[in-house]
Structures are given as structure tokens and as C-alpha cells.
């Protein structure tokens, strides 16, 4: 593997081996001593707007795999930057920028391997991070059907479509009637109840300013237990730690995987960036 910049341009094959790395990954991310020889004499650079999710675990993921991380933020010129760390020999390089056409544009002139670490419609690490997470509590990702709702991080969108349609699944996207703003992709319901109906998992996206969260959730506070309570048994939740009960109190949601999907998120990174030293 080359490059990462969608997951759109990889099929079931390449998409199911970074997640089966990801796996071993992981028993170096929760393991006392975190040193693996994988990327001895590689530097991992980066260019980021800010100090993010993202940025922490290529960092880490780096440095556990005994590389050595660089990273950047609030570069006023980001393609110069991703060019002089090029020149100066860093192996591979993480782009976020709402730009899309930024690390693809990068990554087809450069000598070096480039990820997408985020930018305005596509979300590789973070997708594959929520695929990894429901992968290891569903037992796999064959035929599952997600609910995401909100509409703010909807550069997640098409990527999820894509790997659900791979393993046989379906995304399922909840938006009311009264945002006219945000594109529609792919399966969208505008009944909230209709919606939640027998889902496996709910993925919640987060609002865009001035957004009313009664409108996307059910409840002013956040996702409503009622709504949950609408899916499958047990069912899982991404993007959010709690649920909201009759309105008025938040509790922890005990199916909720944020905390795992952290551990999956750098798990993957650690992956990604194996197989593209390896090859």
C-alpha cells in the first residue's frame, strides 16, 4: 500500500488486511512495554491545523513501533510543508485539510507514502478506527446495519457506505425534514423512529453550530434512551460516551464503544503504517 487517501479506492481484500494488523496492533497498544522494531530509521511526519485525535496517534504510533514522529500545526501553507518534509527525507507523511484534493494532488507527485489524516469528505483512520470497534463486538462486519445521525463530521459518510456495502451491511443516515443545508449520501430517513428501528449500532456524528439537538437526537441533551431502546438489544454506540433518559439526565451508555474505538483509532494507524513500510 502506497498511499491512503479514501477508503472508497480499496476493495474487501485490502480493507479486511489492515484491520486483521490492526488487531495484532493492538496487543502493543495495551501492553506494558510498547516498543515494536516495525518502523526502526522511518519518521512519520505530519501537517494538522491542531492537536487532535489524529495527530496524538500518529504520534504515538510511531513511537511504539520505534519510529520517530514529526509532527506540524497551523502551517499557513500546507502543500510547501508537505514538500520540504519530502525533500528532507521523512517517510511517510499525514495530511488533514478540509481540502480534499490537497493530499491526493500531494500524494500523486510524491516519492513518499502519504495518508489522509482527514480532510472535508473522507475519513480513512477514523472510519476503519468505528470498523474496528464494531468488527471486535459484532464478531465481524458482515450484514450490519448502522444509524448514523447527526451533521457535523459527515466526511464519514461515504467511506462507511462503502465498507458497510462491502461486508454486506447498510448505512443508514437520520437527518429531519428541517435541515436543508446538509448533502444527503446514500440512505437517508426522516422519521427519527422508523430509523433507530432494529439497528446494531448508532453513530453519532455531532451537530454543526446552531443545530437543535431535540431535532437530530430525540432529546435535548443527547441521544435518547427511548430512541435506543427502538434498535436491537444491547445495541452499540459510537461517537458519544452517554444517552440521555426521559429528557432531563444524562447517564453513561453501557454499550457504548468510545473507549475502545480509541485504542482501535492508533491500532489502525499502527497498521496503516506498517503495511506501507513493509511494501
Known amino acids: 500500500m502506497k498511499n491512503l487517501i479514501s477508503l472508497t479506492e480499496l476493495n474487501k481484500t485490502e ?4 484491520l486483521e494488523v490492526a488487531q495484532q496492533m493492538r496487543r502493543i ?5 510498547k516498543r515494536g522494531p516495525q518502523l526502526i530509521g522511518s519518521v512519520v511526519a505530519g501537517v494538522w491545523p491542531k492537536p487532535c485525535l489524529s495527530s496524538t496517534a500518529f504520534s504515538l504510533a510511531a513511537s511504539y513501533l520505534s519510529g520517530t514522529p514529526c509532527p506540524f500545526y497551523n ?3 500546507i502543500m510547501s510543508c508537505c514538500k520540504m518534509l519530502e525533500n528532507m527525507g521523512a517517510n511517510t507523511i499525514v495530511v488533514s485539510c ?3 484534493n ?3 494532488t500531494f500524494a500523486s507527485n510524491s516519492t513518499k507514502n502519504v495518508i489522509n489524516g482527514g480532510s472535508g469528505q473522507y475519513d480513512p483512520i477514523g472510519v476503519l478506527a468505528d470498523m474496528l470497534a464494531l468488527s471486535i463486538r459484532c464478531d465481524g462486519l458482515h450484514n450490519l446495519s448502522i444509524l448514523a445521525v447527526g451533521n457535523r463530521d459527515t466526511n464519514k459518510i461515504n467511506e462507511y457506505n462503502h465498507c458497510l456495502a462491502l461486508f454486506g451491511g447498510e448505512m443508514i443516515w437520520y437527518l429531519p425534514v428541517e435541515d436543508l443545508a446538509t448533502q444527503r ?3 437517508v430517513l426522516d422519521d427519527i423512529n422508523s430509523a433507530f428501528a432494529g439497528v446494531d449500532a448508532v453513530v453519532d456524528l455531532g451537530l454543526s453550530a ?3 439537538p431535540q431535532r437530530y437526537y430525540g432529546a435535548n441533551g443527547g441521544i435518547s434512551q427511548r ?3 427502538k434498535a436491537r438489544i444491547d445495541c452499540l454506540l459510537l461517537g458519544s460516551r452517554n444517552v440521555v433518559v426521559d429528557n432531563v439526565g444524562v447517564k453513561p451508555y453501557q454499550h457504548s464503544l468510545a473507549d475502545l474505538r480509541e485504542t482501535c483509532y492508533i491500532s489502525v494507524a499502527m497498521a496503516v503504517l506498517y503495511l506501507m513500510h513493509r511494501d
Open 210 to 212: 446552531f443545530s437543535e
Open 185 to 187: 449520501k446514500g440512505i
Open 227 to 229: 430512541l435506543m431502546d
Open 98 to 100: 478540509e481540502n480534499d
Open 15 to 18: 480493507i479486511s488486511q489492515i
Open 102 to 104: 490537497l493530499a491526493k
Open 29 to 33: 497498544v495495551t501492553a506494558n512495554y
Open 75 to 77: 502551517v499557513d501553507d
